[in-house]
């Protein structure tokens, strides 16, 4: 999947290395703090799998028990489980395997960096010590989602486009918002037959991994995809607007117009840029979506690197989101950190100000702002 030429000139540039030791440090302290066994720890999605007796008993996700990730977290947390056996062991095999895409997709920016002519020292500063690399990596599954996109980008960067459109079909086993890719990467191509093709890699995958499933146990294998459907507002700024829990289905529906609205704007964006392009359309979406987890940032580190920008609203923004997960155990019950007007929900639509701003410095084209952007002539 990677060019072999470029690896190997790679391999002998004394930046790659220093990437590789800080990549491999920041993980080794997030693996720290959110570890069961460090006092006091950092919650994290990971550690808490072990609590499920179903998960604990080395049982099959979506076939014995409803697992509300993706198949390939699940994979993942199945063998980490069923190998693992203890909680220590299981807990050390996910970070193990998290570790494997994290550092797959700190090679991937770099070369990418390489490729389009950037600057590489921009990894530490927008990728690898962002807060959210040490607060959100050994935290859930995102790193994977970030791992896969990137390889999309880098494989259709060389050509290959068969297997960008496979990255994304894998991607989508992990996250499902690498779809909203799906049609801005077919529009780089020039027939029809490409872009059908392409769309048709990109589809088979997740469809082909998750029909056995479905056979096999379609209530278990169901429920995980209607536990999201049925999950209220988090994160997002919704909730300022629709502060009442029984309004959140009118929040969802307009959240759900908006993100059409984002994925039609970027899709006819006259932009031949694919990363700009991309950062915008992922970008835009967590910018509307009504569930904005914190650890979704993850996914968008390496296109600050892969930009021309100088960003200087990152690290407010940043830290903004790493502020959710460090205030939410502050927060009785009632109302609950994803209640309005709580510590982390103020938090959360700080963020959202300073990714609206960021966007707008990302998506300006000769000199119009987002707002021009959005309401000019489609």
């Known amino acids: 999947m990677i060019d072999r030429r470029a690896l190997r000139a790679a391999i002998g540039d004394r930046t790659l290395l220093e990437i590789m030791v800080i990549t491999t440090a920041v993980f080794v302290l997030s693996a720290i703090v959110h570890s069961s066994s460090s006092q006091p720890n950092i919650y994290s999605d990971i550690t808490s799998f072990w609590g499920r007796r179903e998960v604990a008993e080395g049982l099959i996700p979506y076939v014995d028990f409803v697992f509300e990730y993706p198949q390939l977290c699940g994979l993942i947390t199945y063998l980490s489980a069923s190998i693992g056996r203890t909680p220590e062991a299981y807990y050390a095999l996910m970070s193990f395997f998290l570790y494997l895409f994290t550092v797959g997709s700190a090679v991937l920016t770099y070369l990418l960096a390489k490729t389009i002519g950037f600057d590489t020292s ?5 990728f690898l ?6 607060i959100y990596l050994v935290y859930n599954f995102d ?3 970030t791992f896969f996109v990137l390889l999309a980008l880098y494989t259709f ?3 290959k486009t068969g297997l960008s459109a496979a990255s994304i079909g ?10 909203l890719l799906i049609p801005i990467f077919a529009q780089k ?14 589809v088979a995958i997740p469809v082909l991994a998750n029909a056995p499933l479905a056979a096999a146990s379609f209530e278990n294998w169901w429920g995980g995809y209607k536990w999201h459907i049925d999950w209220g507002l988090e994160d997002s700024w919704l909730v300022f607007l629709f502060p009442d829990s029984g309004s959140w289905g009118t929040a969802k529906l307009l959240s759900e117009i908006l993100i059409l609205l984002v ?4 899709i006819v964006w006259k932009n031949d840029d694919l990363i700009r392009k991309s950062f915008a359309m992922l970008g835009g979406f967590l910018l509307v979506t009504y569930v904005y987890t914190p650890q979704m940032n993850l996914m968008l580190l390496p296109f600050f690197v892969l930009s021309s920008e100088s960003l200087l609203l990152f690290y407010p923004w940043e830290l903004a989101n790493a502020f959710i997960i460090l205030s939410w155990f502050t927060v009785p019950t009632p109302p609950g950190p994803t209640a309005a007007y709580t510590t982390p929900q103020w938090s959360a639509l700080v963020r959202a100000l300073l990714l609206l701003l960021i ?3 990302v998506t300006k084209v000769r000199g119009r702002t987002l707002l021009n952007w959005v309401t000019s002539k489609w």
Do not use: E
């Open 263 to 266: 994925v039609a704007r970027v």
């Open 359 to 361: 966007l707008a410095q």
């Open 170 to 179: 894998l991607g989508v086993l992990s996250k499902l918002t690498p779809v």
């Open 143 to 145: 790193i994977i989602n």
């Open 122 to 126: 921009r990894i530490h500063r927008y």
């Open 189 to 202: 191509l020039k027939t029809w037959r490409q872009q059908l093709v392409f769309v048709a890699i990109a």
């Open 129 to 134: 010590l962002a807060p959210s690399m040490i």
């Open 157 to 159: 960067q060389r050509g």
